[in-house]
Every structure is written in C-alpha cells, then in structure tokens.
C-alpha cells in the first residue's frame, strides 16, 4: 500500500506557473504508474496527466497538452506535474494517484490510491 501527498498548490495569474509534487510513502513509487487528475467545482474529475513506471511514457489531456508536463524521480519517490501558461479554466483541486496495474492512463476507476488533493486556482 502506499500513501500520496499532494503539494504545491496555490492562486497565480493567468499565464503563470506552477509546480505541483506528489510525494509517496509505504511502497516504492517504482511500483505504480502514476496519475493526475483535477476536478473543478461542479464538474466531474478529469484526467489531466499520466506516467508510466520508469517514466519512459507520458499521456495527456489535450486541455493542457504542450503546458503541462509530468516527470517522476523514483529515487525521491515523488512524481510532479509542472504546470506552465496558466489559465482561468484549470482552477480544480489536483489529485495524484498510483496504480499497479494499469489498463487505462485516462480512467480514474483504474487507479488504486488517491491523494486528498491540493487546490489551483488561476485567476484573470
């Protein structure tokens, strides 16, 4: 089992940046690939990131394709979303999760864990 905690959240500007980490306890992160998912007020969670277990494949949403980025460093067993050009409509509460055996990146039923989520809200 492990456990996740999200950090990193906060308010920024619109076109600004931000750099969420998801730091895991228990089990080595190397076990599990990894999600990130947001859910805005009203609104069903969403996929927005995914990586594989060694980091070689990452998936993600087309809203934030060529802004956001997600990278993990085993060895810290932390994985992180770097999240740059800001924009009013990614405001949502940001969740990692793990899985450890993944059928769909997309999917948030496949993941096994959650973090309790950490806020981001983008202001104009």
């Known amino acids: 089992q492990v456990q996740l905690v999200e950090s990193g959240g906060g308010l920024v500007q619109a076109g600004g940046s931000l750099r969420l980490s998801c730091a895991a306890s228990?089990?080595?992160?190397?076990?599990?690939?990894m999600g990130w998912f947001r859910q805005a007020p009203g609104k069903e969670r969403e996929f927005v990131s995914g990586i594989s277990r060694n980091g070689g494949n990452t998936y993600s949403a087309d809203s934030v394709k060529g802004r956001f980025t997600i990278s993990r460093d085993n060895a810290k067993n932390t994985v992180l979303l770097q999240m740059n050009s800001l924009k009013p409509e990614d405001t949502a509460v940001y969740y990692c999760?793990?899985?450890?055996?993944?059928?769909?990146?997309?999917?948030?039923?496949?993941?096994?864990?959650w973090g309790q989520g950490t806020q981001v809200t983008v202001s104009l």
């Open positions: 999760a793990a899985v450890t055996s993944v059928g769909s990146y997309y999917i948030g039923r496949e993941y096994d864990y």
């Open positions: 228990g089990r080595t992160l190397s076990a599990y690939a």
